[in-house]
């Protein structure tokens, strides 16, 4: 077991041999082994072998029809249905949909059994701003007394063969319940379902057999024994997440470019030229209610006919996803889409039309001397002119962390203190740390919806705009908007993408190579313990400008210097920290935190270098070079309202690095930060979650 788990792992996650291929390598080790050798050379005694059966089925469907396909004897596929123009002939690949389910309580229970330490374990590892601590969860956990496993479902189409121009459809899970960066593990995300075809899935065929297991579940709940121990858990659901056109085709509603896209209001859109746009003084704020919308999706099923189908009020027929989902509680609007690759880049489409070359060009010089933490992996290599080109982690970096003091240095005054506004409100709602972080986000949203066509005009109205002033009440209910995204989706893609061979049979060769992964991996997750990492002497000639400095600090603080132990890095739990010595070899820049000395004074944030770490009884400390504040402030470069103003300078100080050197614990340390230069100074933004998908 341990030898086809070594060759499964190297075959798999590192070759990616297909089916036929991998069989023919084992029958050739095999023939070289000695006899006698059990080496298995067959899937069924592969399987045999780590005491599994393969559990999911699949189905194949006529693509134009969507009824079940027959088999000849020649083992091609063919329509029966008689009313469908493919009736009784072999169906070619592009014509079939394939539909595999897989089996959802199998698969919870590895991922169970893989993070079993840390679901029991009574220590809190989930950030503020997570999921776990939305009002949504706490209301339904304070529900039951069992154990408690949370689905988050999330889905999207993705190409997989040019040639036919076959997609692929999958319906991921993931578990609230690990926390984070774990839960985004590809080994820790349930695949329920795939659709593979040239057409867009039918949620109602694609989703019926998976929700009704979902539903069971819910129902009754399940057991596993693991280590010995019977473990009962009670099975919930927290959102259905993806980008707009996936929502409105799994839900069964308008798209955004129509009437009544908004899923959260009731508003109506109006015709503007060539397009349909929600102007904030014609907004009807009135959220749907679940029951509602059940009744609007009945009388839309009932008053379409054949090709014909009506909507009411946006809503176009009755989707299975509202049996596990409450609408629209649990339909979320994705930042990633909305945000990143939405509003942000529209944006700066209309600024490179505003300004004049030169200001483009000082924006690209600016992008390409940014130095980010060394697990944000951005660099700008397309101009802010193709911004079309740039991927979502590029813009989230702009909103959250680079782009305000860029906006600044290059727009109109108008024009820059709009865009702080939007900085403002979508880094707060991003981790919002104190619950006045969500209402204070709330009134910009909406301060900055009312004014954007007096800065700009009526055509940046899209339903995405419309969209953002739901995201406080979304935040309120689910946590903040890193953790409610599709960046996780988007990696899941990549690692399935991997594991196609061929043309045929897609979806059966990705669910089957997931299977196996989830056979293969399967360590038990331990908690990582906080560590020094890259020891250094104290006599090494990287210390030689600073040893002084540290030696003296050290005294002062009552440690014996020879008990000391010095380190370039520090990893503490999922995150790991740098220091510039270690960074001087790189162009990352991990080594700008932002901390708390004194915890009486909470509201006081300091910002610093760190130099190097050190270990002394135990206990981790930081040696530090202080930044300290500028006569400048960054409130002084806009015209906003004094409030808006306070909160601006505080989440971006205008900072310079002192000649003042300190020693800090580690646990003083809040986030890492991006410095960029600014008005000759530095503009400092904190990252204040630490391990989002690149």
């Given at each position: 077991?341990?030898?086809?788990?070594?060759?499964?792992?190297?075959?798999?996650?590192?070759?990616?041999?297909?089916?036929?291929?991998?069989?023919?390598?084992?029958?050739?080790?095999?023939?070289?082994?000695?006899?006698?050798?059990?080496?298995?050379?067959?899937?069924?005694?592969?399987?045999?072998?780590?005491?599994?059966?393969?559990?999911?089925?699949?189905?194949?469907?006529?693509?134009?029809?969507?009824?079940?396909?027959?088999?000849?004897?020649?083992?091609?596929?063919?329509?029966?249905?008689?009313?469908?123009?493919?009736?009784?002939?072999?169906?070619?690949?592009?014509?079939?949909?394939?539909?595999?389910?897989?089996?959802?309580r199998?698969?919870?229970?590895?991922?169970?059994?893989?993070?079993?330490?840390?679901l029991?374990?009574?220590?809190?590892?989930?950030?503020?701003?997570?999921?776990?601590?939305?009002?949504?969860?706490?209301t339904?956990?304070?529900?039951?007394?069992?154990?408690?496993?949370t689905?988050?479902?999330?889905?999207?189409g993705?190409?997989?063969?040019?040639?036919?121009?076959?997609?692929?459809?999958?319906?991921?899970?993931?578990?609230?319940?690990?926390?984070?960066?774990?839960?985004?593990?590809?080994?820790?995300?349930?695949?329920?379902?795939?659709?593979?075809?040239?057409?867009?899935?039918?949620?109602?065929?694609?989703?019926?057999?998976?929700?009704?297991?979902?539903?069971?579940?819910?129902?009754?709940?399940?057991?596993?024994?693991?280590?010995?121990?019977?473990?009962?858990?009670?099975?919930r659901?927290?959102?259905?997440?993806?980008?707009?056109?996936a929502?409105?085709?799994?839900?069964?509603?308008?798209?955004?470019?129509?009437?009544?896209?908004?899923h959260?209001?009731?508003?109506?859109?109006?015709?503007?030229?060539?397009?349909?746009?929600?102007?904030?003084?014609?907004?009807?704020?009135?959220?749907?209610?679940?029951?509602?919308?059940?009744?609007a999706?009945?009388?839309?099923?009932k008053?379409?006919?054949?090709?014909?189908?009506?909507?009411?009020?946006?809503?176009?027929?009755?989707?299975?996803?509202?049996?596990?989902?409450?609408?629209?509680?649990?339909?979320?609007?994705?930042?990633?889409?909305?945000?990143?690759?939405?509003h942000?880049?529209?944006?700066?489409?209309?600024?490179?039309?505003?300004?004049d070359?030169?200001?483009?060009?000082?924006?690209?010089?600016?992008?390409?001397?940014?130095?980010?933490?060394?697990?944000?992996?951005?660099?700008?290599?397309?101009?802010?002119?193709?911004?079309?080109c740039?991927?979502?982690?590029?813009?989230?970096?702009?909103?959250?962390?680079?782009?305000?003091?860029?906006?600044?240095?290059?727009?109109?005054?108008?024009?820059?203190?709009?865009?702080?506004?939007?900085?403002?409100?979508?880094?707060?709602?991003?981790?919002?740390?104190?619950?006045?972080?969500?209402?204070?986000?709330?009134?910009?949203?909406?301060?900055?919806?009312?004014?954007?066509?007096?800065v700009?005009?009526?055509?940046?109205?899209?339903?995405?705009l419309?969209?953002?002033?739901?995201?406080?009440?979304?935040?309120?209910?689910?946590?903040?908007?890193?953790?409610?995204?599709?960046?996780?989706?988007?990696?899941?893609?990549?690692?399935?993408?991997?594991q196609?061979?061929?043309?045929?049979?897609l979806?059966?060769?990705?669910?089957?190579?997931?299977?196996?992964?989830?056979?293969?991996?399967?360590?038990?997750?331990?908690?990582?313990?906080s560590?020094?990492?890259?020891?250094?002497?104290?006599?090494?000639?990287?210390?030689?400008?600073?040893?002084?400095?540290?030696?003296?600090?050290?005294?002062?603080?009552?440690?014996?210097?020879?008990?000391?132990?010095?380190?370039?890095?520090?990893?503490?739990?999922?995150?790991?920290?740098?220091?510039?010595?270690?960074?001087?070899?790189?162009k990352?820049?991990s080594?700008?935190?932002?901390?708390?000395?004194?915890?009486?004074?909470?509201?006081?944030?300091?910002?610093?270098?760190?130099?190097?770490?050190?270990?002394?009884?135990?206990?981790?400390?930081?040696?530090?070079?202080?930044?300290?504040?500028?006569?400048?402030?960054?409130?002084?470069?806009?015209?906003?309202?004094?409030?808006?103003?306070?909160?601006?300078?505080?989440?971006?100080?205008?900072?310079?690095?002192?000649?003042?050197?300190?020693?800090?614990?580690?646990?003083?340390?809040?986030?890492?930060?991006?410095?960029?230069?600014?008005?000759?100074?530095?503009?400092?933004?904190?990252?204040?979650?630490?391990?989002?998908?690149?």
């Open positions: 077991m341990k030898s086809m788990k070594l060759l499964m792992d190297f075959l798999i996650s590192d070759v990616h041999l297909d089916k036929r291929n991998i069989l023919r390598l084992l029958k050739l080790i095999k023939f070289l082994l000695p006899e006698p050798n059990t080496l298995p050379t067959t899937w069924k005694s592969i399987m045999k072998l780590f005491g599994r059966t393969n559990l999911s089925s699949t189905t194949f469907l006529c693509s134009r029809c969507h009824q079940l396909c027959g088999k000849t004897t020649f083992n091609t596929k063919i329509c029966r249905n008689e009313t469908c123009l493919h009736s009784k002939r072999s169906l070619r690949t592009n014509e079939i949909v394939e539909i595999v389910n897989l089996d959802v199998s698969q919870l229970k590895l991922i169970v059994n893989r993070n079993i330490k840390i029991t374990k009574n220590e809190n590892y989930f950030p503020t701003c997570d999921i776990s601590n939305g009002s949504f969860y706490q339904t956990l304070s529900k039951s007394k069992l154990n408690t496993i689905l988050v479902l999330h889905t999207d993705a190409p997989l063969v040019r040639t036919t121009k076959q997609s692929i459809w999958p319906l991921f899970a993931s578990v609230v319940e690990i926390p984070p960066p774990l839960r985004e593990y590809q080994n820790n995300i349930i695949l329920l379902a795939l659709w593979s075809s040239k057409s867009k899935p039918n949620v109602n065929v694609f989703l019926k057999k998976t929700v009704d297991e979902i539903k069971i579940l819910m129902a009754e709940g399940t057991s596993f024994f693991i280590n010995g121990m019977e473990f009962n858990f009670v099975i659901t927290q959102f259905f997440i993806s980008d707009l056109p929502r409105s085709l799994f839900l069964q509603t308008t798209y955004f470019n129509g009437y009544y896209a908004c959260y209001c009731v508003t109506k859109g109006l015709w503007s030229g060539s397009i349909v746009v929600y102007p904030y003084h014609h907004n009807d704020l009135k959220l749907r209610s679940h029951a509602e919308v059940i009744a999706a009945k009388e839309a099923e008053n379409s006919t054949g090709k014909r189908i009506t909507s009411v009020q946006g809503v176009k027929g009755l989707s299975c996803l509202l049996d596990i989902m409450a609408y629209p509680q649990q339909i979320l609007l994705d930042y990633m889409h909305l945000v990143c690759l939405g942000v880049q529209t944006l700066i489409k209309r600024w490179c039309q505003l300004i070359k030169e200001e483009v060009m000082k924006m690209d010089n600016m992008l390409l001397k940014t130095r980010v933490p060394h697990n944000i992996h951005v660099v700008y290599n397309e101009s802010s002119s193709a911004v079309e740039w991927k979502a982690k590029h813009s989230r970096l702009f909103v959250l962390n680079i782009g305000l003091p860029i906006g600044i240095t290059c727009l109109p005054v108008l024009n820059a203190s709009h865009w702080a506004i939007y900085c403002v409100a979508i880094k707060l709602l991003h981790a919002p740390e104190p619950i006045e972080d969500i209402n204070f986000a709330e009134r910009l949203i909406n301060y900055y919806c009312r004014t954007i066509s007096e700009y005009d009526q055509s940046l109205e899209y339903y995405s419309h969209a953002h002033l739901h995201l406080p009440a979304q935040v309120r209910l689910h946590g903040g908007l890193s953790f409610c995204s599709a960046f996780t989706f988007e990696s899941c893609i990549r690692y399935i993408k991997k196609v061979h061929g043309t045929k049979h979806a059966s060769q990705i669910a089957y190579w997931y299977d196996m992964e989830n056979i293969v991996k399967n360590k038990i997750f331990e908690v990582p313990s560590t020094g990492v890259n020891q250094i002497d104290l006599n090494n000639e990287q210390l030689g400008d600073y040893r002084e400095l540290v030696i003296n600090l050290i005294q002062m603080n009552d440690q014996q210097l020879e008990q000391v132990e010095f380190y370039k890095r520090y990893k503490h739990q999922f995150t790991t920290y740098h220091t510039a010595l270690y960074d001087k070899r790189f990352c820049c080594f700008v935190i932002s901390y708390i000395k004194d915890k009486n004074y909470r509201n006081v944030i300091n910002y610093a270098n760190i130099v190097v770490f050190y270990k002394y009884d135990s206990e981790y400390f930081a040696f530090i070079q202080k930044y300290r504040m500028s006569k400048k402030k960054i409130s002084d470069f806009v015209e906003l309202p004094t409030e808006i103003l306070q909160r601006l300078d505080g989440l971006y100080p205008l900072v310079e690095l002192s000649n003042d050197y300190d020693i800090i614990s580690v646990e003083a340390f809040r986030h890492k930060c991006v410095a960029i230069e600014f008005q000759d100074v530095f503009c400092i933004s904190e990252i204040r979650v630490d391990f989002e998908h690149d």
